[in-house]
């Protein structure tokens, strides 16, 4: 079956870059999407169609896409970022996949 | 605008049950609807989809045979029968409406209700 895959874990001190990466082979003919999910709470949307972000989500958060691989950047990174993030996409049926997930430590 | 699902509970295995998602604040019948579910500890894992006036649902290989989506627009309500259940299907379920169009790459989430506890244990 179709995988996304994620690195489990990043870790990025205060203010500096984070970059979440997510692989999959179809990823260069399908459009995938982010999202943040804080502990007990349902996840939201950063990103869709690769790199559009949806009103109310905050700049430092963007998307991009090069290849089989899609990159999720935070910039100026804040201790309330702190949390898990993950990527979906779909598969060659059109069904639904998401990415195994990455935790976020603000070092 | 708000996504409220409710059904879930202990079940055992092999037993039924059916999640159902209140969807207030928007049009619903304009919009597809999905059902994913998390694991304890676990990422997040799609299980089901419909369109927006219930002609084609999707489903994923794990659950496809034992779970059945359906909806009812003259009551912005959607629904998850779960059957077969099995210890794997411990989970929170989410409700989550759909942009897009399913079965394409153009298909994700953009509200979520606050999921739904279901655990299959003897």
């Known amino acids: 079956s179709y995988e996304l895959i994620q690195p489990p874990s990043v870790s990025v001190s205060p203010g500096q870059t984070a970059r979440i990466t997510c692989s999959g082979d179809?990823?260069?003919?399908?459009?995938s999407y982010w999202y943040q999910q804080k502990a007990g709470q349902a996840p939201v949307l950063l990103i869709f169609?690769?790199?559009e972000r949806p009103s109310g989500i905050p700049e430092r958060f963007s998307g991009s896409s090069s290849g089989t691989t899609v990159t999720l950047t935070i910039s100026g990174v804040q201790a309330e970022d702190e949390t898990d993030y993950y990527c979906?996409?779909?598969?060659?049926?059109?069904?639904?996949?998401f990415g195994g997930g990455t935790k976020l430590t603000v070092l | 605008v708000q996504l409220l699902e409710s059904g879930g509970g202990l079940v055992q295995p092999g037993g039924s049950l059916r999640l159902s998602c209140a969807a207030s604040?928007?049009?619903?019948?304009?919009?597809?609807m999905s059902w994913v579910r998390q694991a304890p500890g676990k990422g997040l894992e799609w299980v089901s989809g419909?369109?927006?006036?219930?002609?084609?649902?999707y489903y994923a290989d794990s659950v496809k045979g034992r779970f059945t989506i359906s909806r009812d627009n003259s009551k912005n309500m959607v629904y998850l029968q779960m059957n077969s259940l099995r210890v794997e299907d411990t989970a929170v379920y989410y409700c989550?409406?759909?942009?897009?169009?399913?079965?394409?790459?153009?298909?994700?989430?953009?509200?979520w209700g606050r999921g739904i506890l279901v655990t299959v244990s003897s």
């Open positions: 169609k690769d790199n």
């Open positions: 179809a990823l260069p003919k399908h459009y």
């Open positions: 604040g928007f049009t619903f019948s304009s919009y597809a």
């Open positions: 989550a409406k759909s942009e897009g169009v399913p079965g394409t790459s153009y298909w994700y989430f953009d509200l």
């Open positions: 979906q996409s779909t598969d060659s049926s059109g069904n639904v996949v």
């Open positions: 419909v369109t927006t006036r219930g002609g084609r649902t």
